[in-house]
Nanobody
Framework: QVQLVESGGGLVQPGGSLRLSCAASGRIFSINAMGWYRQAPGKERELVAVITSASRTNYADSVKGRFTISRDSAKNTVYLQMNSLKPEDTAVYYC???????????????WGQGTQVTVSS
């Protein structure tokens, strides 16, 4: 199995910044992509940003120009730098990894436990 541990959430004022980190550990054969999703109360979970093993990135339109995803492949860690935060960014942020645990099984999705981000004055 692959374990994902997130950190860096918290309370921040509108216009502020936070940096989320997610470290993957366990039986990792390869990681195809890592990303961040979020879920606000009463809403469905949505993609925030994703980065592939080739460092290709994709962002939700709502965060483009404000959030930056990056990856340290040597540490199996993904980061999400969040700037110019807005109250509507308030949500539980979940780390996701698409990974395989050995050479003969297909990749599957793994999830972290989530970290709360609250943007409020």
């Amino acid at each position: 199995q692959v374990q994902l541990v997130e950190s860096g959430g918290g309370l921040v004022q509108p216009g502020g910044s936070l940096r989320l980190s997610c470290a993957a550990s366990g039986r990792i054969f390869s990681i195809n992509a890592m990303g961040w999703y979020r879920q606000a109360p009463g809403k469905e979970r949505e993609l925030v940003a994703v980065i592939t093993s080739a460092s290709r990135t994709n962002y939700a339109d709502s965060v483009k120009g404000r959030f930056t995803i990056s990856r340290d492949s040597a540490k199996n860690t993904v980061y999400l730098q969040m700037n110019s935060l807005k109250p509507e960014d308030t949500a539980v942020y979940y780390c996701n990894a698409v990974a395989s645990t050995n050479s003969y099984l297909p990749s599957r999705s793994f999830w972290g436990q989530g970290t709360q981000v609250t943007v409020s004055s």
